[in-house]
């Protein structure tokens, strides 16, 4: 069964580092056997090529020749530098090179027709865009074969199949599956590495779509899926998901095992993991996903997996997150007791205004309903609020519509936290004892985490009490 490996921007941003990421991909091919190799586009910010890319369309239609002229330069040399750097054989950096010069015409061609039309379609965006995978793949598949490592350079287009949802492509699986095993499993027959660019795919039609800024672990999932891979790696610089934010903790440790429900919970709640549509691919085909430490490969780092049995940690409190720069809104009033409608209203006026919401609570006695949201969009919620209330507010049976700002939500995430007793009894218990003032409380009814809402000012407090229960646990 073969691996998965995504390396982003990062790990192929310089020569030194695409050293490292050839290290990897010899050592993990000979204890795996299988492997593919999903690669973003070079580089790290502020220097992304992606970036490059997408501000030289806007500069085209906006009509700054010179703007995209000068980031066709910076392509060139970003390219040909590490070209210059990592390929011996002047033929074959002569090839290589006039090779990224054939996508820097079409670019420099596509932008001059955006600068003359003064339009940009999300379509046209996505060529762009996925340019930088597109050059990203053959430097490393050449570099590969210079070090005697079989590899080939794949474009994904001719892999995953998505609708025709510009900038943001959902995979159509069958065609991706078929597509996927006919163009990848003979080369895996035959010991050949593919190197395939993330972040593109393309229609039905073969027209060119991305999955999304970042897309790149998504094309690693969808790829492993097609594929049946026995996992799928995700290498970064770190060792995997932590159990919170060692800036704020310092005894913060790597979670060896963390479920499909605990990522997307954690996601939601602020921490910087995978994007919950990563792991979409896999929660069916139960393909375990694993986030890797490029500058500690022996680290086993954190793996996510889909099925229950598979989640081995212990029971209690897992990792713990917190949001900053929130806003609470409570819309409260006697007479909203047992009027239908009132929650409905409510939330079609936070709609409105486009605000996420990322907590509720309701007093049993119905007099009033509280949410949190983020700060910048407080104004507009409230406004909202006021207008689909105007009529209530008048006749008092809205009392008031109140606020309080500089608030944060503290979660514990945990899925075992379920049928353990006490478990929020002891984390209330934290936090008073941090003298922590808990403004608002919500669970989620997967029991999978529980939610505070509290003082900005008291967040490092609160993330120290809760994260002890978590160290507690892993004991
Ligand atoms: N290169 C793409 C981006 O910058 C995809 C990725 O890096 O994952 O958004
Ligand atoms: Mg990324």
């Known amino acids: 069964m073969s691996l998965v490996m995504k390396f982003g921007g990062t790990s192929v941003g310089s020569a030194e580092m695409m050293r490292r990421t050839a290290d990897l991909i010899e050592k993990f091919k000979a204890e795996w056997g299988d492997v593919v ?15 490059i890319l997408l501000n030289g369309s806007k500069s085209a239609r906006q009509g700054d020749k010179a703007a995209y002229e000068s980031a066709a330069v910076q392509l060139r040399e970003t390219h040909d530098k590490a070209i210059d750097e990592l390929i011996e054989s002047t033929e074959e950096r002569a090839a290589l090179k006039a090779e990224i010069e054939g996508f820097i015409t079409r670019f420099l061609d596509i932008c001059g027709a955006i600068w003359a039309l003064q339009e940009i379609s999300p379509r046209t965006a996505d060529v762009i865009g996925g340019m930088g995978e597109q050059m990203s793949v053959r430097v490393i598949a050449a570099y590969l074969r210079q070090r005697g490592m079989a590899a080939q350079a794949l474009d994904a287009t001719d892999l995953i199949v998505t609708d025709d949802e510009f900038q943001s492509a959902t995979p159509i699986i069958e065609l991706t599956e078929q597509k996927t095993k006919a163009g990848l499993e003979p080369l895996l027959a035959d010991n050949v590495i593919p190197v395939v660019t993330g972040f593109i795919a393309a229609t039905v039609d073969g027209v060119t779509t991305t999955l999304g800024r970042s897309g790149s672990d998504y ?145 049993s006695s119905e007099q009033s309903i509280c949410f949190v949201i983020p700060e910048d969009t407080a104004v507009d919620v409230v406004s909202h609020l006021e207008d689909a209330f105007a009529e209530e507010l008048k006749n008092r049976d809205i009392e008031r519509i109140g ?73």
Request: charged share 20%.
């Open 219 to 363: 094309s690693a999932s969808i790829l492993g899926r097609a594929l049946g891979s026995k996992e799928v790696w995700i290498w970064t610089d770190v060792d995997g998901v932590m159990t919170t934010d060692p800036r704020i903790v310092d005894n913060a440790q790597t979670i060896p095992v963390l479920t499909y429900s605990e990522v997307s919970e954690l996601a939601y709640y602020g921490a910087k993991v995978l994007h919950p549509r990563t792991m979409r691919p896999l929660v069916e085909s139960h393909v375990p996903l694993r986030i890797k430490n490029t500058f500690n490969p022996d680290h086993d780092g954190t793996v996510i997996v889909t099925r229950a049995e598979d989640n081995i940690s212990p029971q209690g409190v897992k990792a713990v997150t917190a949001i900053k720069g929130l806003h609470m809104v409570t819309v409260e009033g006697r007479g909203m007791l047992g009027v239908p409608g009132v929650a409905a209203r409510t939330f079609q006026a936070v709609a409105q205004s486009k605000a996420s919401v990322l907590m509720i609570t309701q007093s």
């Open 37 to 51: 190799v999903v690669a973003s586009a070079m580089g790290t910010k502020p220097v992304k090529v992606t970036d």
């Open 403 to 475: 606020q309080v700002d500089q608030m944060a939500i503290v979660t514990a995430v945990g899925s075992r936290m379920q049928g353990v007793p006490g478990i929020a009894g002891k984390m209330f218990t934290a936090l008073g004892d941090a003298e922590v003032n808990i403004i608002a409380i919500a669970q989620g009814s997967s029991e999978c985490s529980i939610s505070v809402g509290i003082r900005e000012s008291d967040v490092a407090a609160a993330v120290q009490a809760v994260h002890e229960l978590a160290v507690e646990a892993s004991r």
